[in-house]
């Protein structure tokens, strides 16, 4: 089964740097999805991008999506100590057309004030 | 709207015992996901339903486990009996899925311990 699979596993950095964080995945897809996880609570959704865009802009975000190389990043910019969390990427079911996603393991960042 | 509700927050039981987890996902969306969340298998989708229809229950560990969605408003996930190793923290999401695409709202989870 097609799941999307982060890079680094776990990154630290101070606040005000920028956080890149990657996320590879097997089979085609309709759209890539990018969750954030706060210690304790469930996954919030943050952006999703479709499989005919190559760039998302969210505030502080920005999501990036290369289909040929099955990829996807997620760039906080200017971090802050509050954006600690886990970060999840997720890509959907292409053929199912259900709506189901599937989790990558997700990078755990650190945001050191 | 409140976002979705899950009940329990805690639970712990002792091992041989029945579960019962509880979830009301946000009015009007047509998809709910349950998921199972440990540090050892990351984020796992047990079931999901659509139109209150199971879809695919696949992820579902085993026959220990059951859920069910009698109406759009609420969802059970049920485990009996219940092992040690169910420990985790059991998520319930919902959706509302168009065109195969939606983005889903987490509950605030389940935090099962079997002792």
């Known amino acids: 089964s097609q799941q999307g699979e982060e890079d680094p596993q776990a990154l630290s950095i101070q606040e005000g740097e920028n956080a890149t964080m990657n996320c590879s995945y097997k089979t085609s897809i309709n759209n890539l999805q990018w969750y954030r996880q706060n210690s304790g609570r469930g996954l919030v959704h943050l952006i999703l991008i479709r499989s005919n865009e190559r760039e998302k802009h969210s505030g502080r975000l920005r999501v990036t999506l290369d289909t040929s190389k099955k990829s996807s990043s997620l760039l906080i910019t200017a971090s802050r100590a509050a954006d600690t969390a886990s970060y999840f990427c997720a890509t959907d079911d292409h053929s199912g057309n259900t709506g189901k996603l599937i989790f990558g393991q997700g990078t755990t960042l650190q945001v050191k004030p | ?115």
């Open chain 2, 1 to 115: 709207d409140a976002g979705v509700i899950q009940s329990p927050r805690h639970e712990v039981t002792e091992m041989g015992q029945e579960v019962t987890l509880r979830c009301k996902p946000i009015s009007g969306h047509n998809s709910l996901f349950w998921y199972r969340q440990t540090m050892m298998r990351g984020l796992e989708l047990l079931i999901y339903f659509n139109n209150n229809v199971p879809i695919d229950d696949s992820g579902m560990p085993e026959d220990r486990f059951s859920a069910k969605m009698p109406n759009a408003s609420f969802s059970t996930l049920k485990i009996q009996p219940s092992e040690p190793r169910d420990s985790a923290v059991y998520f319930c999401a919902s959706s509302w899925v168009s065109g195969g695409i939606g983005t889903q709202y987490f509950g605030p989870g389940t935090r099962l311990l079997v002792l």
